[in-house]
């Protein structure tokens, strides 16, 4: 059965740092790209960034670049979302996404992309 389960949000002050897991299974995790997405309440679900299937592509949306870093260790079959300097407008329902991408080094930036979805965990930054 193929499974994503998100895990590491919580509640952070401004400036703090999080890290997101997104741990997969019940499929070949190698062959497929990974997004993290996010929504907060009232706004639309937005790309937060992507990797490659092989890693070696990332893309991040502009309000967190160079803030946070999307890595992923196929062999663990687990992706992570490194969240530094985060900020109050931060706050969301984090989810991580798997789409199965005939390229190596590409990832997709629509939702319409991806397959499979995890269930969510909660990003509060907050003082």
């Known amino acids: 059965q193929l499974q994503l389960v998100e895990s590491g949000g919580g509640l952070v002050q401004p400036g703090g740092s999080l890290r997101l897991s997104c741990a997969a299974s019940g499929f070949t995790f190698g062959y497929y790209a990974i997004g993290w997405f996010r929504q907060a309440p009232g706004k639309e679900r937005e790309e937060v960034s992507c990797i490659s299937p092989s890693g070696k592509k990332t893309n991040y949306t502009t309000s967190v670049e160079g803030r946070f870093t999307l890595s992923r260790d196929n062999a663990q079959n687990t992706a992570y979302l490194q969240m530094n300097s985060l900020k109050p407008e931060d706050t969301a329902v984090y989810y991580c996404?798997?789409?199965?991408?005939?390229?190596?080094?590409?990832?997709?930036?629509?939702?319409?992309?991806?397959?499979?979805w995890g269930q969510g965990t909660q990003v509060t930054v907050s003082s």
């Open positions: 996404a798997a789409g199965k991408i005939p390229v190596s080094h590409f990832c997709p930036q629509l939702p319409g992309h991806y397959n499979y």
